[in-house]
């Protein structure tokens, strides 16, 4: 389980549409680069996943400490290799930077249940 965000935590999503013919390749290259960035300075999490309705759609999931480790990581060979399979997509990528305020858990469904 993940460290709950704080109020400098930054999550980046990119979600890509990959061609058949390239999906094998952008998910192996995608596997590879993900173990690499988990190691970065300030990355709390970062996972990879594939739509089980679309299976040409990969979304990458990323959960920065800080705006600077994420900036830092944006300047990454690591993203580098992100932003070729990126290219690879046969649509243009949803690409978010959520900036975190505030999170909750079991506690907002027991208030909002009772």
């Known amino acids: 389980m993940d460290p709950p965000a704080d109020k400098s935590?930054?999550?980046?999503?990119?979600r890509m549409l990959i061609p058949a013919n390239a999906h094998d390749e952008a998910l192996m290259i995608l596997?590879?680069?993900t173990e690499m960035i988990r190691i970065e300075e300030g990355c709390v999490s970062c996972r990879l996943y594939q739509d089980l309705q679309d299976r040409g759609a990969l979304m990458l999931e990323q959960l920065w400490a800080r705006q600077i480790d994420l900036e830092r990581h944006l300047r990454t060979e690591q993203f580098h290799t992100v932003l070729l399979v990126v290219?690879?997509?046969?649509?243009f990528p949803e690409i978010r930077f959520d900036f975190?305020?505030?999170t909750s858990g079991m506690e907002t469904i027991q208030k909002v249940r009772g």
């Open 87 to 91: 290219d690879m997509a046969s649509e």
């Open 100 to 102: 975190i305020e505030r």
């Open 31 to 33: 596997n590879s680069v």
């Open 9 to 14: 935590s930054i999550r980046v999503g990119i």
